[in-house]
DNA sequence: TCCGAAATAT
DNA sequence: GATATTTCGG
C-alpha cells in the first residue's frame, strides 16, 4: 500500500464548486490523497484568491456553471499563472469542451470527478516543475505549443513541421552532456506580429527591449532569443508576413539610412519603423466613389485615432503593420481614393491598402468591443 | 544578466 | 534563399 502523501502533500488544489454534493465529495477525495485543498463556490471568488497571491496553488479544479462565465476568465488567468486547470461540467458541450482546451486547460472531465483523475494528478504538477527547472538550467527552450488562440472552437491544427523533432537522447551520464529539449520552430504570424507590434509602439522608441516586449506580448511559450530575433529583423526591415513571402521583391536590402544608424552605434532598445503592408486583393477600385463625410473617430490603441466607417464593407479586409525600410510609419486606410483611417501626424503611405478590424486589438480588448460611437442600428 | 550582430541550421 | 535559432562579443 503506497502512501501519496510524500507525493501530494505539497501539492495546493484550489476547487471551484458550488454544488455542495459535490464539493464535498471532491473534497473528500482530494484529502484521501492528502492534497491540500481549499474551496470556493464561485470562480470570482477563487480570481481573486489567485491575484491577492496569499495562497499559492498549483491546480485549479471548476466545474463550469452555465449562466457564470468567469469560469472560463479563471481558465485563462490560471493558464497565465502556469496553473494546471481542470473543468468539470454537468452537461457535455463539444464546442465548449474544445474552447476550454484551446485555452489551455488540462482536461474537461464530467462530474462526479473520478478517483482515476485525482490519484495522479501529482504527477503533471510534478513534470512541469521540473521541466522549468530544467529551462533554467540550460537557456534553453521551451516545451509548449506556442499557438496563438484563434478563438472559441477554431480548430487550428498545428503543423507538425513546425515541431522539429532532434536528436534528443536523455544522455544523463552526470556529465553536462548536451541533452536538447525539444525545439519548436516558431512561426511569425501576421496574428503574433500584431502583439509585438502592439508591444513595441507601448514601449517606444529607445526602450523596445526584448524582454520588455515578451512581457508585453504575454505569449505562452515564446522566448526571449525569440523575440530578439524578430526584432532584429524587424529593425532591418525585412520581415514580410507569410503571406508576403514568396513573392519576389520582398527580400530588400537594408536603406542606407538604416545602415547608417545601425553601424554608427548600437541602438540599444530602438524601435523599428512600422509601416504597412499590402493585400494585394480587394484593391480594385470603381469610379464611383463617394466622398466619405464626417467620419467617427475612435481610438484602439495608445494615441492612435482611427477614423472608422462601420458602414464601409472594405475596412472589414485586413492588412496590419509590417516593418520595411520604408518611411511610413503609421496605419492608415484608403478606399477609392479616400483616407479613412489616418493617423494624425504620420506619414502618409503611398498606395492603399485594406485593413480588417478583426485583426486590431487593444491588449485584452477585440476592437469590436470597443464602443464606437454613430454605429448605425 | 541582457542586448544585438553575425553565423548557422533547416 | 528565406526565416528561425544559436552563438558570441560587449
Given at each position: 500500500?503506497?502512501?501519496?502523501?510524500?507525493?501530494?502533500?505539497?501539492?495546493?488544489?484550489?476547487?471551484?464548486?458550488?454544488?455542495?454534493?459535490?464539493?464535498?465529495?471532491?473534497?473528500?477525495?482530494?484529502?484521501?490523497?492528502?492534497?491540500?485543498?481549499?474551496?470556493?463556490?464561485?470562480?470570482?471568488?477563487?480570481?481573486?484568491?489567485?491575484?491577492?497571491?496569499?495562497?499559492?496553488?498549483?491546480?485549479?479544479?471548476?466545474?463550469?456553471?452555465?449562466?457564470?462565465?468567469?469560469?472560463?476568465?479563471?481558465?485563462?488567468?490560471?493558464?497565465k499563472?502556469?496553473?494546471?486547470?481542470?473543468?468539470?461540467?454537468?452537461?457535455?458541450?463539444?464546442?465548449?469542451?474544445?474552447?476550454?482546451?484551446?485555452?489551455?486547460?488540462?482536461?474537461?472531465?464530467?462530474?462526479?470527478?473520478?478517483?482515476?483523475?485525482?490519484?495522479?494528478?501529482?504527477?503533471?504538477?510534478?513534470?512541469?516543475?521540473?521541466?522549468?527547472?530544467?529551462?533554467?538550467?540550460?537557456?534553453?527552450?521551451?516545451?509548449?505549443?506556442?499557438?496563438?488562440?484563434?478563438?472559441?472552437?477554431?480548430?487550428?491544427q498545428?503543423?507538425?513541421?513546425n515541431?522539429?523533432?532532434?536528436?534528443?537522447?536523455?544522455?544523463?551520464?552526470?556529465?553536462?552532456?548536451?541533452?536538447?529539449?525539444?525545439?519548436?520552430?516558431?512561426?511569425?504570424?501576421?496574428?503574433?506580429?500584431?502583439?509585438?507590434?502592439?508591444?513595441?509602439?507601448?514601449?517606444?522608441?529607445?526602450r523596445?527591449?526584448?524582454?520588455?516586449?515578451?512581457?508585453?506580448?504575454?505569449?505562452?511559450?515564446?522566448?526571449?532569443?525569440?523575440?530578439?530575433?524578430?526584432?532584429?529583423?524587424?529593425?532591418?526591415?525585412?520581415?514580410?508576413?507569410?503571406?508576403?513571402?514568396?513573392?519576389r521583391?520582398?527580400?530588400?536590402?537594408?536603406?542606407?539610412?538604416?545602415?547608417?544608424?545601425?553601424?554608427?552605434?548600437?541602438n540599444?532598445?530602438?524601435?523599428?519603423?512600422?509601416?504597412?503592408?499590402?493585400?494585394?486583393?480587394?484593391?480594385?477600385?470603381?469610379?464611383?466613389?463617394?466622398?466619405?463625410?464626417?467620419?467617427?473617430?475612435?481610438?484602439?490603441?495608445?494615441?492612435?485615432?482611427?477614423?472608422?466607417?462601420?458602414?464601409?464593407?472594405?475596412?472589414?479586409?485586413?492588412?496590419?503593420f509590417?516593418?520595411?525600410?520604408?518611411?511610413?510609419?503609421?496605419?492608415?486606410?484608403?478606399?477609392?481614393?479616400?483616407?479613412?483611417?489616418?493617423?494624425?501626424?504620420?506619414?502618409?503611405?503611398?498606395?492603399?491598402?485594406?485593413?480588417?478590424?478583426?485583426?486590431?486589438?487593444?491588449?485584452?480588448?477585440?476592437?469590436?468591443?470597443?464602443?464606437?460611437?454613430?454605429?448605425?442600428?
Amino acid at each position: 500500500m503506497t502512501s501519496y502523501s510524500s507525493r501530494t502533500q505539497e501539492v495546493h488544489v484550489l476547487l471551484v464548486e458550488r454544488d455542495t454534493n459535490h464539493l464535498s465529495s471532491t473534497m473528500q477525495l482530494l484529502e484521501f490523497f492528502s492534497y491540500k485543498a481549499e474551496c470556493v463556490d464561485h470562480a470570482s471568488a477563487a480570481l481573486s484568491m489567485l491575484s491577492n497571491g496569499k495562497a499559492q496553488f498549483e491546480i485549479v479544479m471548476a466545474t463550469i456553471n452555465s449562466p457564470d462565465t468567469s469560469t472560463f476568465k479563471l481558465l485563462q488567468e490560471a493558464v497565465k499563472m502556469d496553473l494546471l486547470v481542470i473543468l468539470m461540467y454537468d452537461y457535455d458541450d463539444d464546442m465548449m469542451a474544445r474552447s476550454a482546451l484551446e485555452q489551455g486547460a488540462f482536461l474537461f472531465l464530467p462530474k462526479p470527478i473520478k478517483m482515476e483523475y485525482v490519484k495522479y494528478l501529482w504527477q503533471h504538477v510534478w513534470r512541469e516543475k521540473t521541466w522549468k527547472i530544467k529551462e533554467k538550467e540550460q537557456i534553453g527552450e521551451v516545451p509548449v505549443f506556442n499557438r496563438m488562440s484563434n478563438g472559441f472552437g477554431v480548430e487550428d491544427q498545428i503543423p507538425l513541421e513546425n515541431i522539429m523533432s532532434d536528436d534528443d537522447d536523455v544522455a544523463e551520464n552526470g556529465s553536462k552532456s548536451r541533452k536538447k529539449v525539444r525545439k519548436i520552430w516558431t512561426e511569425w504570424t501576421q496574428e503574433l506580429h500584431d502583439k509585438f507590434v502592439d508591444a513595441i509602439i507601448e514601449l517606444g522608441e529607445g526602450r523596445c527591449y526584448p524582454k520588455e516586449i515578451l512581457e508585453l506580448m504575454n505569449v505562452p511559450g515564446l522566448t526571449r532569443l525569440q523575440v530578439a530575433s524578430h526584432l532584429q529583423k524587424c529593425r532591418k526591415g525585412n520581415w514580410r508576413p507569410s503571406k508576403e513571402r514568396k513573392r519576389r521583391n520582398s527580400n530588400i536590402e537594408a536603406s542606407p539610412e538604416i545602415k547608417a544608424t545601425n553601424t554608427e552605434r548600437k541602438n540599444f532598445g530602438s524601435m523599428p519603423v512600422l509601416t504597412k503592408h499590402f493585400e494585394q486583393h480587394n484593391l480594385q477600385t470603381n469610379e464611383n466613389s463617394e466622398k466619405i463625410q464626417d467620419p467617427q473617430i475612435y481610438s484602439p490603441t495608445n494615441n492612435n485615432v482611427f477614423d472608422y466607417h462601420p458602414q464601409v464593407e472594405s475596412q472589414k479586409n485586413l492588412s496590419g503593420f509590417t516593418f520595411s525600410q520604408d518611411n511610413v510609419e503609421a496605419p492608415y486606410m484608403e478606399q477609392d481614393g479616400v483616407n479613412l483611417l489616418t493617423v494624425p501626424g504620420a506619414f502618409m503611405p503611398n498606395e492603399p491598402f485594406m485593413f480588417d478590424f478583426n485583426s486590431v486589438t487593444c491588449g485584452d480588448l477585440h476592437a469590436f468591443d470597443i464602443d464606437r460611437p454613430n454605429e448605425p442600428g
